[in-house]
C-alpha cells in the first residue's frame, strides 16, 4: 500500500483566468501565484482550509457545456470535486448572496450536498454532514 497523507492540489482547466480567479475568490480561495498562464501553468490558489487548487489554461475548446458531466455520452475522467462545508443552511445562503446557481442536490444518510459550477462548468460539490436539508432523495437529484 502506498502511504498517501493528503490531497496536495486539484487540476483543473479553465478559459478566462480573471473569471475564473473571481468566482473562486468569492469562495474564499486566494492567489499564490501564476506561473504562467498563457503557455499552459498553473495560477495556484489556496483556501485558508487548505484546499489548493490548479487552474490551467488557457483551454482550447469552447462550449457551453461540461463534456465531463453534461453529454449523453459518458467520457473518462474526473466530474468534479467535493468540498465539506461546516453548514448546509450556510452553505445554501452563501452561494444564494453570492449570485452562483446551485445546480443540483441530494441527500444520502446523514449527509446533504449541493452543486454548483464554476464559470467552465466544472463541477463544485459541497457536502454537509449531519444535516438533512436538502429537497433530493439519493442520488435522483445529483447532476
Do not use: W
Not at 492540489?9 to 486566494?30: C, M, N, P, T, W
Not at 457551453?64 to 461546516?86: P, R, W
Amino acid at each position: 500500500m502506498l502511504e498517501i497523507l493528503s490531497i496536495n492540489h486539484v487540476g483543473i482547466r479553465i478559459s478566462d483566468k480573471q473569471a475564473s480567479i473571481d468566482f473562486y475568490s468569492v469562495l474564499g480561495f486566494e492567489m499564490l501565484n501564476d506561473v504562467g498562464f498563457e503557455e499552459g501553468h498553473p495560477v495556484i490558489i489556496k483556501h485558508p482550509c487548505g484546499v489548493v487548487l490548479n487552474l490551467l489554461g488557457p483551454a482550447t475548446a469552447t462550449g457551453d457545456t461540461n463534456i465531463l458531466m453534461d453529454v449523453d455520452e459518458k467520457h473518462t475522467g474526473i466530474t468534479h470535486f467535493a468540498l465539506t462545508v461546516s453548514s448546509m443552511e450556510h452553505a445554501k445562503s452563501f452561494v444564494g448572496d453570492s449570485n452562483i446557481d446551485i445546480t443540483g442536490s441530494f441527500s444520502f444518510g446523514n449527509m446533504s450536498a449541493i452543486f454548483i459550477r464554476d464559470p467552465d462548468r466544472n463541477v463544485i460539490e459541497l457536502d454537509a454532514y449531519g444535516e438533512d436539508t436538502c429537497e433530493g432523495e439519493g442520488y435522483e437529484e445529483h447532476p
